[in-house]
């Protein structure tokens, strides 16, 4: 589901019908507060409620191979484990800890994916005005250990090179989780000014080129 309204929505319906004993597994990607309030919800009709977003993308999603990072009891994640077997690889489902915790863990592996992916960007525009190969720094950097990351790994080489910007994760769900990671440290206290740098950026892309496209459009205000 797009955000934490159209969740709260659902999830209310879905709890008129859930019987006592039930469990409720919720991968929206959205607010951590808001997963609390609707575990609330769901402990007052005795049903159980995990927040347990994927990761992994499109690509994991063909493959039957997505990660999935879970909040909620230890019973209610064994509980959904078959299930959550069948549609992604249970060698990457991680018990995060309470309500709340999964979507922690989501927001975060988010953060740094926008911080990498609008870095990535910069960098690589220092090597083709320098007239070196990008291809050639990419493989260097991945290959040289200390440096390397998914956007170098993936993300350039595979995308942003071939100027591929069709969305496989849309800019729009990353302005938006990262709109929840910032909510969420200023709730702790926590200073962000890098992310909130890489996500001035990404509001810059999305306002440029639409918020349907890849997040990986943010390279394009490097010269992609």
């Known amino acids: 589901m797009p955000d934490s309204?159209?969740?709260?929505t659902v999830v209310g319906e879905v709890l008129t019908a859930a019987k006592p004993g039930a469990v409720v597994v919720e991968m929206t990607?959205?607010?951590p507060q808001v997963a609390r309030e609707l575990a609330e919800r769901a402990r007052s009709s005795d049903v159980e409620y995990l927040d347990c977003p994927a990761g992994g993308g499109?690509?994991?999603v063909r493959a039957?191979?997505?990660a999935f990072w879970a909040g909620?009891?230890?019973a209610a994640v064994e509980r959904a484990r078959p299930v959550l077997a069948a549609i992604g690889d249970p060698e990457r489902l991680r018990h995060c800890g309470p309500v709340g915790?999964?979507?922690v863990v989501k927001l975060l592996n988010n953060y740094l994916v926008a911080v990498n992916a609008a870095?990535?960007?910069e960098a690589l525009a220092l090597a083709r005005e320098a007239g070196v190969d990008v291809r050639t720094a990419i493989e260097a950097v991945v290959s040289g250990g200390g440096g390397a990351n998914a956007q170098l790994?993936?993300?350039?080489?595979n995308r942003v090179l071939a100027g591929d910007f069709e969305a496989g994760f849309k800019l729009g769900y990353m302005v938006k989780d990262l709109r929840h990671a910032f909510d969420l440290a200023a709730e702790l206290g926590v200073e962000s000014p890098l992310g909130r740098a890489a996500g001035a950026r990404m509001d810059e892309a999305a306002e440029r080129y639409g918020t349907e496209v890849d997040f990986g459009s943010v390279s394009r205000l490097s010269g992609w």
Request: no cysteine; proline share 4%; hydrophobic share 35%.
């Open 5 to 8: 309204e159209e969740v709260r």
């Open 29 to 31: 990607t959205h607010s």
């Open 58 to 60: 499109i690509a994991a």
């Open 64 to 66: 039957g191979a997505l």
């Open 72 to 74: 909620g009891s230890e």
């Open 101 to 103: 915790s999964g979507l």
């Open 119 to 121: 870095a990535s960007g």
């Open 153 to 157: 790994a993936n993300l350039y080489p």
